[in-house]
């Protein structure tokens, strides 16, 4: 199974921003979309954007859009998620993940339609 790792987070102030990282282990990965999702501290994992195989197609959450691009370089086998105007409320550890179907060819935000997860990379938005 391709490893997904997450890196990026850390702490900033209201208004700043991030710039998260996804390095999966294989080449297989530009065959998969990818999502961004977010979980706070007593919340339910909650997605945030994804992203085609190809990168030619995006989808945001209400919540972040506007605010967060999602991005890939498949020949770094590495997907972004670049965050800006930040609040506290984005407070979370996010993770990547790779869609269970391989060249989907529509985007989904529900967790069950990923089965490979990253260890997450924690984001603390302070006011």
């Known amino acids: 199974q391709v490893q997904l790792v997450e890196s990026g987070g850390g702490l900033v102030q209201a208004g700043g921003s991030l710039r998260l990282s996804c390095a999966a282990s294989?080449?297989?990965?530009?065959?998969?979309?990818t999502g961004w999702f977010r979980q706070a501290p007593g919340k339910e994992r909650e997605f945030v954007a994804a992203?085609?195989?190809?990168?030619?197609?995006?989808y945001y959450a209400d919540s972040v859009k506007g605010r967060f691009t999602i991005s890939r370089d498949n020949a770094k086998n590495t997907i972004y998620l670049q965050m800006s105007s930040l609040k506290p409320e984005d407070t979370a550890v996010y993770y990547c993940?790779?869609?269970?179907?391989?060249?989907?060819?529509?985007?989904?935000?529900?967790?069950?339609?990923?089965?490979?997860w990253g260890q997450g990379t924690q984001v603390t938005v302070s006011s």
């Open positions: 993940a790779q869609d269970q179907t391989l060249f989907r060819n529509r985007l989904s935000y529900t967790r069950d339609e990923y089965d490979n």
């Open positions: 992203i085609s195989w190809s990168g030619s197609s995006t």
């Open positions: 294989a080449r297989t990965f530009s065959r998969y979309n």
